[in-house]
């Protein structure tokens, strides 16, 4: 039986077998600060708490079998935190990539593919070679855990836009042949579903250069737990929530 069925005591199977799940789940792991400082801790602190929290709704997103989660780690505006901060973090998702590295068959037995998106350039090199060799080895798997460091939607667009033009400069591509598709062939996210479902907890109401072209038809859940203290229970509540709406895309 499906885990989120079994543990949603209210739930009948006929109500489970309705349900939609979203394909692509992206999350905003915002309040790690506050939630250190309510502690008396460091920033780091509640990074690394973050990080814990990132490992456990990663898993269960797996055993969920949800196809594609995006988890929003550090922004291109980011680096304006003070260079202590801004170290821990990228201590953390080294320490991550390495542990991912280190546990290929564990994460290969959990159906998890790591993927980075964001702008290499400007990472720390050892960072960046990590994920080369991460993704070499990251064959299709049941969900795609996308980790987004040093991401920016503008900034990704622009990215895009560039590669475009390139290809026009190059006669590859004429301008009014330009479409849609063209634009999302060339997103860090090329060949995965948009977002259905945007999550943001720690109480703030904004997408903060979040996924901002593949968001257009996303659905949102808000709340106000701070991201370390999230739970596999946040994540059900948020996936039945999503359930319950009605997506029209425009249409009646
Ligand atoms: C936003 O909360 C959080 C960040 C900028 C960093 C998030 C990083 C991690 C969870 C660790 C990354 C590790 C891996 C494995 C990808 P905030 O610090 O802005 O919180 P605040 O608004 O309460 O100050």
Redesign the pocket.
């Known amino acids: 039986m499906p885990l989120l069925f079994t543990r949603c005591f209210f739930m009948t199977k006929e109500m489970y077998e309705k349900l939609t799940l979203p394909r692509h789940i992206g999350i905003?792991?915002?309040?790690?600060?506050?939630?250190?400082?309510q502690r008396g801790l460091e920033?780091s602190e509640?990074?690394?708490?973050?990080?814990n929290?990132?490992?456990r709704i990663c898993d269960y997103g797996a055993e969920l079998g949800i196809e594609c989660m995006t988890?929003?780690?550090?922004?291109t505006e980011?680096w304006k935190?003070p260079v202590k901060?801004v170290e821990a973090?990228m201590n953390?998702?080294r320490?991550?990539?390495n542990e991912a590295h280190d546990r290929e068959d564990e994460n290969e037995s959990k159906g998890l593919r790591i993927r980075y998106v964001g702008e290499r350039e400007g990472l720390p090199q050892d960072i960046i070679s990590l994920i080369n060799t991460l993704e070499e080895g990251s064959a299709d798997k049941k969900t795609t855990v996308n980790?987004a460091?040093n991401y920016g939607g503008r900034n990704e667009i622009l990215h895009s836009v560039r590669k475009i033009a390139a290809q026009v400069e190059a006669g590859e591509l004429k301008a009014e042949d330009i479409e849609l598709k063209n634009i999302e062939d060339n997103l860090f996210t090329a060949g995965l579903p948009d977002p259905d479902l945007i999550i943001r907890p720690?109480g703030?109401y904004r997408l903060s250069n979040f996924l901002i072209w593949q968001a257009a038809y996303s659905e949102f859940w808000f709340s106000d737990i701070?991201?370390?203290d999230f739970t596999e229970d946040d994540l059900d509540n948020a996936i039945i929530e999503y359930c319950k709406r009605n997506r029209r895309f425009g249409g009646v």
């Open positions: 905003i792991m915002d309040g790690n600060g506050r939630w250190a400082k920033r509640g990074h690394k708490a973050g990080a929290t990132f490992r988890f929003y780690a550090f922004s980011n935190r901060e973090i953390l998702f320490d991550y990539l980790i460091v720690s703030e701070l991201w370390p």
